[in-house]
């Protein structure tokens, strides 16, 4: 039985790990001179309209075969197909064109000023067009151009999409909002989004996409309740939407492509190599039109990877059933077996406690959602490459591979090792001879003022700190180089953090004279714990001071030493915030530590797959240490 459900996970998980990428066929091209304004798909998915901005027009077939051309005389600002194959075509020459799918023109209507959008419904009886400097929303007769009616949104209009049912009509206003209109030219709400809008969609079903200059894209239902919300890597130029709603294609001035899912997950990307002007599905979505500002179109079969991603969502619902399954299974035989132990009393008392246990919910439940939930995350996710909210990748062990061969990982172990060695002297040495002193001391208050002086200055946050030591060594206003110029030896003074040869070691040396709090009251509790009765018979047989130090105190403390071993060891291998603080790993990475490169991996990159990996690799490191430290400092209880 068990083996049949490791069976079945792992093949599940084999088939969650593959992916799937987009093909792209060969390219076409409307005009090497020109950059594409505009792309429509014909409703039955046959016939790819295109315009470009020195006027040029075509239309091909599905297969990238010209059917015709023409130009206007001047920038083509948008084109629409019906279903009946008329081609719809508006400039900024101030003409509105209606063409056969032969290429014959059918009427052409003088719009006296610039047509700056047009779109219609698939069966042409809903044809909307935006004039220039136009608060309304104009109204055309698809049969011969003429104005049949306006819709006023009451500000300047700057993009127009009207869902091929008809039913919707999406405004992109210059106010930065949207108006989503019925058919009736009648304003059903309007949303605001975050930035000038670049470029809108929408759907049969009243869903709308929006992109916005700042890289947001933000996606609406026909109420204008947000549904979902991503970033691409630049301003938006185009974006498109399925016909049902459930895919986002999106453009962007980074010469990227995108797809995306109605919930905001990244399902495909492709650098176009150049910028991708409009972006345009087929009616059954299988298949993305790209438009680049170098006149060529290409298409991309996208319906392996809309295939891929209904896999992989009922893959997920399956990952998640297997696993409840699992969890009833394995909570039955647990239920099995102690009931043949007689063990099943247990419940009664947790029940006579349940109080008690209530109460402890929270702590645990807050346990586990901050401290062991993004460890296993970072575990899980160390094997691929993740970009939350976009499409996570598994890529096997290939972040590992990253790790051993990045040269700033390999420049911050060597760092790494120094701190570790200096900051194990700096933990210890110091501390210890500190609370040996004040052990010493014959006074209780004696002890108890000198005790209180050191742990007053715990006052200090270590932020402030570590400014107030970089403004030590500011080569200019420093007070390290102007005590070396009042006593005469000006001529060392330094620039000790812009220095690679001295940058490490000013950093070592922040917290002179490392006398740390914590392992200052560790030690001395420690000898506080030692028996008078040991101290009083060494004195007795003539045992020095230092005797008494280096065969009672120190074999004594071997259990402080441990502690503070593994603390130091963590705290170490874990610390980067002082050196990004100080030095931000420069001068030329000659402070660089594996955390800070972490650290830059998820912050600054957005590799966090990556940094995940070097988390991992530094855990087993930790983990590692902190086993050999146990093995090797063992106390007399142990």
């Known amino acids: 039985m068990i083996r049949t459900i490791v069976i079945i996970l792992v093949w599940v998980f084999m088939l969650q790990a593959s992916s799937v990428s987009a093909a792209a066929d060969s390219t076409w091209t409307v005009d090497k001179q020109t950059s594409v304004t505009s792309i429509a798909v014909s409703p039955d998915g046959m016939q790819v309209a295109v315009g470009g901005n020195n006027g040029a027009a075509a239309l091909f077939d599905q297969s990238g075969e010209p059917l015709f051309h023409f130009k206007a005389r001047n920038k083509v600002t948008g084109v629409d197909m019906l279903s009946n194959g008329t081609l719809l075509v508006a400039s900024d020459d101030r003409h509105l064109y209606a063409y056969s799918h032969d290429g014959k023109l059918l009427w052409d209507a003088d719009m006296k000023t610039r047509v700056k959008d047009i779109s219609a419904s698939s069966d042409g009886k809903l044809v909307a067009v935006i004039l220039q400097a136009d608060a309304s929303l104009t109204y055309v007769d698809v049969s011969n151009g003429q104005i049949m009616g306006t819709a006023d949104t009451g500000t300047t209009s700057k993009t127009i999409k009207v869902s091929d049912n008809g039913d919707w009509t999406a405004v992109g206003a210059s106010d930065q909002y949207m108006y989503l209109l019925d058919r009736n030219g009648q304003i059903l709400h309007k949303v605001g989004v975050a930035g000038p809008i670049q470029a809108m969609a929408v759907s049969d079903k009243g869903t709308t996409a929006i992109g916005s200059i700042g890289g947001r894209v933000e996606l609406f239902d026909s109420d204008g309740k947000p549904l979902a919300s991503f970033k691409v890597k630049d301003n938006p130029t185009s974006v498109a939407l399925s016909a049902d709603g459930n895919y986002v294609a999106v453009s962007d001035l980074k010469e990227f492509v995108y797809v995306f899912s109605s919930a905001g997950d990244k399902l495909w990307e492709q650098n176009a190599g150049t910028t991708v002007r409009q972006v345009a599905f087929s009616p059954e979505s299988a298949t993305l039109y790209s438009g680049t500002d170098a006149g060529v179109v290409t298409p991309y079969d996208v319906g392996s990877v809309l295939r891929d991603a209904k896999r992989q969502a009922a893959l997920k619902l399956i990952w998640w059933t297997i696993a409840a399954v699992v969890i009833v299974i394995l909570m039955l035989l647990m239920l099995y077996r102690m009931k043949k132990r007689d063990q099943l009393h247990v419940f009664r ?251 830059y991996a998820a912050t600054k990159f957005n590799d966090l797959g990556y940094a995940s990996a070097l988390g991992v690799v530094m855990f087993v490191a930790i983990m590692i240490i902190t086993i050999l430290n146990m093995k090797l400092f063992k106390t007399a209880e142990e």
């Not at 598994?394 to 051993?404: A, H, I, M, P, S």
């Open 349 to 599: 008392a947790i029940w006579k406690s349940r109080f008690i246990y209530l109460a402890l919910v929270p702590g645990f439940g807050l346990l586990l959602l901050f401290l062991y939930f993004p460890a296993f995350s970072g575990l899980y996710h160390s094997l691929y490459d993740w970009h939350p909210g976009g499409r996570t990748t598994y890529v096997g062990l290939d972040n590992f591979k990253r790790v051993v061969h990045d040269p700033y990982v390999s420049k911050g172990l060597g760092n790494l090792l120094l701190l570790i060695v200096t900051g194990l002297m700096k933990a210890i040495i110091p501390p210890l001879i500190t609370a040996e002193l004040i052990y010493h001391l014959r006074g209780k208050r004696l002890q108890y003022g000198f005790r209180t002086a050191f742990v007053s200055a715990m006052i200090l946050p270590g932020v402030a700190a570590l400014l107030i030591w970089q403004n030590l060594y500011d080569p200019n206003m420093g007070a390290i180089n102007a005590f070396l110029e009042a006593i005469g030896l000006g001529s060392w003074a330094h620039e000790w953090l812009a220095d690679p040869k001295t940058a490490i070691w000013a950093i070592i040396f922040i917290g002179f004279p490392f006398i740390g709090i914590l392992q200052l009251l560790v030690f001395y509790a420690g000898l506080l714990a030692i028996p008078e009765e040991l101290t009083e018979s060494a004195r007795i047989d003539g045992a020095s001071l230092a005797r008494i130090i280096r065969s009672i105190h120190l074999p004594l403390l071997k259990g402080q030493f441990k502690l503070l071993v593994i603390l130091t060891l963590i705290g170490t291998i874990q610390d980067f915030g002082s050196i990004l603080i100080v030095t931000a790993g420069g001068p030329m990475s000659s402070t660089y530590v594996p955390a800070l490169q972490m650290y």
